[in-house]
């Protein structure tokens, strides 16, 4: 099966001053991760976003759109970035989430991909 | 035809388990065997081997209603995909016998942490030991509907999120055996919370049957078999639990005669088993104080400077209000009545969840302190609080006494 991990987190704590270290440390348990998924052999992929002050929605109501500046929710957490994995049930896909690294507060959620044929 | 409905319902947990395992699907498992049931009841005679003869009939249901799915799959979108599942009919058709153990790899399922607890524990009680829907509703105090559809929504969040029905590998099973005690322990609180009122045997012993269950699969488990004691050692005192006008009768006053001997030496052997494996942990601990109440039945006496002393290292281990509250009563017997409710007042009543056990042995330790009036109140706001019948009954004689000393 394909899942999703969405990556929600507070970006705040990469600002102030150790920030960049942080950001260097997460980085690399990202490069770990992505280490691992090539060895699995298993089909993969995922992305970083750029930060949610760039997001545009376009909000709809009652079925009509209106552009907005700003990410869908107004959370002090956003979507930072995501990746797709293979794996064989929730309980694998829940393992590649936890080599996420996320140092501080927010959530990575797991959701299986519809699949094609269905 | 008792007997056979009892073979039937203890031939569950094995056969359902095996099936579900099988065609991974719970709800093909349960309605297979739901329609096995029920010609298994129409038959002139019981079967040698209820649950073999189960298996089998609801083998053949399942096969049934799969071609039925298929011809239908058939007839909205041609032939596409019938040799695939023509692989899947020869697999139903090998099942085992004598029937595979499945019943560790079905817990895991409906215990799965990705359920919500609530809806775990109403899968379990559901799936494994078929307890009806309505049943389940009345414990868990909401309507039958939602608690369809809470059964409903876990199933299908089982099938779509993916939830193995493999075993998990042993280093994962930390967090998913937390998972599964966790459910039984909210389906014994569940059951037992007014077991001293309208008492319902037929849950709390299907929650037993799930808790035997379980320590008889996880016998290396020490948590397992401490929480497994303790719901038997709550079990054990079922008859004593209420006197003859329905009113709640604490423990310490229990007629030790009405307990289940049997039932105690049980859980203590488990007890033995759980401490040959060296890792304490907060069941075992709860285990333990229960057990030490049991021993008035052998001795004629508690040891409450011992019941404190555990209730002292469960509130390392677990803490919480209601061992808060158990702590200060065990306190009060070993160092009198008003250290008990000095302990009680470093508690912030506003606060609790449910402060009624709170006002109850607030009450309680007053009118030990000969302070009827404030007893008498504090008893007055234990009883605003709702309590089940047997409670009420039992905190109303209470107050009765306490007034009736003025």
């Not at chain 1, 995501?82 to 927010?106: F, H, K, Q, S, T």
């Not at chain 2, 320590?215 to 005192?237: D, F, K, M, Q």
């Not at chain 2, 008035?296 to 808060?324: H, K, N, S």
């Not at chain 2, 609790?352 to 109850?360: I, K």
């Amino acid at each position: 099966m394909q899942y999703m991990l969405l990556i929600t987190e507070d970006e705040s704590i990469y600002g102030g001053d150790d920030g960049a270290k942080l950001m260097e440390a997460t980085l690399a348990g990202h490069m770990k991760l992505i280490e691992a998924l090539s060895v699995s052999g298993r089909e993969w992929s995922g992305n970083r976003l750029k930060g949610a002050d760039t997001a545009t929605t376009i909000k709809y109501t009652g079925g009509v759109g209106a552009l907005h500046d700003g990410p869908y929710s107004e959370t002090h957490e956003e979507l930072g970035g995501y990746y797709i994995v293979e794996a064989d049930d929730l309980d694998g896909a829940i393992e590649w989430a936890r080599m996420i690294p996320l140092p501080g507060n927010g959530g990575i959620e797991v959701r299986p991909i519809w699949p094609n044929d269905e | 035809m008792i007997e056979r409905a009892r073979s039937i319902a203890e031939a569950r947990p094995r056969v359902i388990a095996a099936l579900a395992v099988h065609l991974r699907d719970l709800d093909l498992a349960e309605d297979a065997f739901a329609e096995a049931a029920a010609k298994c009841l129409e038959l002139p005679q019981t079967p040698r081997n209820v649950g073999g003869w189960l298996l089998t009939a609801a083998r053949r249901k399942a096969v049934d209603a799969i071609r039925r799915r298929e011809a239908e799959a058939r007839a909205a979108a041609g032939s596409l995909g019938v040799a695939e599942q023509a692989d899947d009919m020869a697999d139903i058709l090998k099942l085992s016998e004598p029937i595979a153990d499945e019943r560790l790899r079905l817990i895991f399922i409906c215990c799965h942490p990705a359920i919500a607890l609530e809806a775990r524990a109403a899968l379990a009680l559901k799936v494994i030991c078929g307890l009806p829907v309505k049943e389940i509703a009345r414990v868990f105090v909401t309507s039958q509907q939602t608690m369809f559809q809470r059964i409903t929504r876990a199933k299908a969040k089982v099938q779509a999120a993916g939830i193995a029905f493999e075993l998990p590998p042993r280093k994962a099973w930390g967090e998913r055996l937390e998972a599964v005690l966790l459910t039984l322990e909210l389906a014994y609180t569940a059951a037992f919370q007014d077991a001293a009122g309208e008492r319902d045997d037929e849950l709390s012993s299907e929650v037993e049957r799930l808790a035997r269950m379980v320590a008889e699969l996880l016998p290396e488990e020490p948590e397992a078999l401490g929480l497994t004691a303790l719901i038997l050692l709550a079990r054990s005192r079922e008859r004593a639990r209420v006197d003859g006008d329905g009113a709640m009768v604490p423990l310490s006053q229990q007629d030790t005669e009405k307990w289940d001997y049997p039932a105690i030496e049980q859980a203590r052997r488990w007890m033995d088993s759980a401490a040959q494996l060296g890792a304490t942990g907060p069941y075992q601990v709860m285990a333990a104080i229960q057990l030490t109440h049991a021993r008035r039945g052998f001795d004629g006496d508690t040891d409450w400077a011992a019941i404190a002393a555990l209730y002292d290292a469960l509130m390392v281990m677990r803490p919480g209000a209601m061992t808060a509250i158990n702590r200060a009563v065990a306190l009060a017997k070993v160092q009198g009545a008003a250290c008990g409710l000095e302990a009680l007042e470093g508690m912030d009543a506003e606060a609790l969840q449910n402060a009624r056990p709170f006002y109850a042995a607030r009450g309680e330790l007053l009118a030990q302190l000969g302070q009827n009036d404030a007893a008498a109140q504090a008893l007055d706001r234990a009883i605003a609080l709702d309590p089940a019948r047997a409670e009420m009954l039992f905190l109303k004689a209470k107050r009765m006494e306490v007034l009736g000393q003025n």
